[in-house]
């Protein structure tokens, strides 16, 4: 499975941006396609998960709830956050990963990545 993420940038406090993250390869295998962010010095964190297939059941790191939004476009096997009301501390490396467990919150957990995109927030 190769990943590629797209849609970082810089942005002021309070604002959004979408980052995409396009699937490709043997994406049978995917059962669910996660948000990871770091932070020079920081274990990888995680931020959001979607499921790929079915329902889109999604589960979100305390830190975003209410912020950022997890989707989906399975025809297009792509997976988005939308990250509102952005904050200085999201400024973070982004990546986005596969997995085939049911629940994955640990980078361990995931099988395949995709290159960070940079999202930098200034206050």
Known sequence: VQLQASGGGLVQAGG?????????????????MGWFRQTPGKEREFVATITRIGDAMTEYADSVKGRFIVSKDYAKNTAYLQMNSLKPEDTAVYYCATTRRGTATKPYEYDYWGEGTQVTVSS
Do not use: E, I, P
Request: net charge positive; glycine share 6%.
């Open 16 to 32: 959004s941006l979408r980052l995409s993250c396009a699937a490709s390869g043997r994406t049978f295998s995917v059962y669910k």
